[in-house]
């Protein structure tokens, strides 16, 4: 140790920064492994391939679906879209009907000022940058007015384009609910997901939650009753009782 040249103290050596770790994530025990395994394999069961409720017949209508659909329901995107898209099915067409003419169809969902400028920027970088073709990757779909993360996780996860789990608010319930997740933010929520359930039901998982939650395990009043899965609930005891 060096000796300091005041009062003949010994000076502390200066200590290095520790590097920061990352927290580590959270092991799952093996009966909570199983617990997971046989709830998606039962899932499976009840529903091989689970789709968007959203109608679409191509990729571009696919992904102006999703975004008209933000704080709205699918069957109020379906019927809007219905007639939009047999106007208007590709980013050329879109830019040929303009704002305004957009507008006219999308006018009974929230928001359709904003959505109908977005939708038309879209389709103005698809002419310009894609040839008018919808980019089926994340950073190119990410980088379309209107497209955020969400979007972009439902587009590529219905199209079996990469493994993907969508959190709006009936995923984040279910999550919760099913104790596969205890994060508070859709973005933790969908990091726990990606974690815990297994690879071959990843592409399907987005749909499977958000429909048991649509239908089944509600809000306000989850069926546990007919619920297919409520064996394998953990939050079925607070509701039954209720």
């Given at each position: 140790?060096a000796r300091?040249?005041h009062?003949?103290?010994?000076?502390?050596?200066?200590?290095s920064p520790?590097?920061?770790?990352?927290?580590?994530?959270?092991?799952?025990?093996?009966?909570?492994?199983?617990?997971?395994?046989?709830?998606?394999?039962?899932?499976?069961?009840?529903?091989?391939?689970?789709?968007?409720?959203?109608n679409?017949?191509?990729?571009?209508?696919?992904?102006?679906?999703?975004?008209l659909?933000?704080q709205?329901?699918?069957?109020?995107?379906?019927?809007?879209?219905g007639p939009?898209?047999q106007?208007?099915?590709?980013?050329?067409?879109m830019?040929?009907?303009?704002e305004?003419?957009l507008?006219?169809?999308?006018?009974?969902?929230?928001?359709?000022?904003?959505?109908?400028?977005n939708?038309?920027?879209?389709?103005h970088?698809?002419?310009?940058?894609?040839?008018?073709?919808?980019p089926?990757n994340r950073a190119?779909?990410?980088?379309?007015?209107?497209?955020?993360r969400?979007?972009?996780?439902?587009?590529?996860?219905?199209?079996?384009?990469?493994?993907a789990?969508?959190v709006?608010?009936h995923?984040f319930r279910?999550?919760?609910?099913?104790?596969?997740?205890?994060?508070?933010?859709?973005?933790?929520?969908?990091?726990?997901?990606m974690?815990?359930?297994?690879?071959?039901?990843?592409?399907?998982?987005?749909?499977?939650?958000i429909l048991?939650?649509?239908?089944?395990?509600?809000?306000?009043?989850?069926?546990?009753?007919?619920c297919?899965?409520?064996?394998?609930?953990p939050?079925?005891?607070?509701?039954?009782?209720?």
């Open positions: 140790m300091s040249a009062h003949g103290m010994v000076a502390p050596m200066a200590k520790v590097p920061k770790k990352k927290p580590a994530a959270k092991r799952i025990s093996p009966a909570e492994r199983e617990r997971v395994e046989i709830l998606f394999r039962r899932f499976e069961s009840l529903d091989l391939h689970p789709k968007t409720e959203l679409y017949s191509n990729p571009y209508e696919l992904v102006t679906a999703v975004a659909s933000a709205a329901t699918d069957v109020q995107v379906n019927k809007a879209t939009l898209f106007v208007a099915d590709s980013a050329e067409k830019l040929a009907l303009g305004e003419g507008i006219k169809y999308i006018a009974s969902i929230g928001l359709f000022r904003t959505k109908a400028k939708v038309i920027a879209a389709a970088i698809l002419m310009n940058k894609h040839g008018g073709q919808v089926l190119d779909l990410e980088a379309l007015p209107g497209v955020g969400k979007t972009a996780s439902v587009v590529l996860n219905e199209l079996d384009i990469e493994p789990i969508a709006d608010t995923v279910v999550s919760h609910r099913l104790k596969l997740s205890k994060g508070k933010t859709p973005d933790a929520v969908e990091q726990d997901l974690r815990i359930v297994p690879g071959p039901y990843q592409t399907r998982a987005h749909h499977w939650l048991h939650g649509r239908y089944v395990c509600v809000a306000r009043k989850p069926k546990c009753e007919v297919k899965i409520s064996d394998l609930c939050s079925r005891e607070l509701f039954l009782g209720a």
